[in-house]
């Protein structure tokens, strides 16, 4: 079918452009994360509290990814780090072109740790490689434990999963270990986090992976 054509010649396209960032982020000693979620999950907050982990330390520079408006890079420009922000004007993912692009307005050689925040969404992203070390996928409780098996592709193609908001688990209807096995039935490699990025439970954890990933 023609369309299915069109998609794969999209793709293929895609990945080459991401193989060029990949070697661009290696020859500058740059590791990167493809932040991926659906919208609402708390990926622009699991942001802050890693920059607030890291700060001093380690440079991070930001790509944000947003459908409309800024908000999202006006709130981690306020961490002091550099920022770009991707509106892909009612586009649903970001893809290698958007980012190879905004990387121009980067620093890489000062650039110890790039995120990439996706746009919110648990289809297409999972399926465009951006050039990252790896995605990771955020998914708060309040969202319920049935979604790995319902978007299985994003939780195949991450190597983190991060489950956020626990301090909510309490108030709602959501088993966390239906939710983890759930997850490792589709990818048994996840690496698996529960954070709250409200009270900062999780966080050293997950930041302490970041930093042995580097
Ligand atoms: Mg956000
Ligand atoms: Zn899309």
């Not at 509106?87 to 890489?108: E, F, P, Q, R, W």
Request: include cysteine; charge should be negative.
């Amino acid at each position: 079918m023609e369309i299915i054509k069109i998609e794969r010649k999209v793709l293929a396209k895609n990945d080459a452009v991401a193989s060029e960032i990949r070697s661009a982020l290696q020859e500058n000693g740059v590791f990167a994360v493809n932040i991926v979620s659906s919208p609402g999950s708390g990926k622009t907050t699991l942001v802050e509290k890693t920059i607030e982990h890291f700060s001093g330390r380690m440079n991070i520079s930001v790509i944000e990814g947003d459908v409309q408006t800024d908000l999202d890079a006006q709130r981690v420009s306020a961490y002091n780090v550099p920022v770009v922000q991707i509106i892909t004007n009612g586009g649903c993912h970001l893809d290698a072109g958007l980012v190879k692009d905004s990387m121009k307005s980067l620093d890489l050689v000062s650039t110890d740790f790039l995120i990439i925040e996706n746009v919110g969404n648990l289809v297409c992203p999972a399926g465009y490689d951006l050039g990252e070390d790896m995605k990771v996928v955020v998914i708060s409780v309040t969202e319920g434990d049935d979604k790995p098996l319902k978007y299985p592709k994003m939780f195949m193609n991450s190597k983190v999963l991060v489950i956020n908001k626990i301090d909510l688990l309490p108030y709602v209807n959501c088993n966390i270990n239906q939710l983890r096995s759930n997850a490792l039935k589709i990818n048994p490699d996840l690496k698996v986090f529960e954070v709250s990025c409200t009270t900062g439970e999780g966080i050293n954890a997950w930041c302490d992976f970041i930093e042995n990933s580097i």
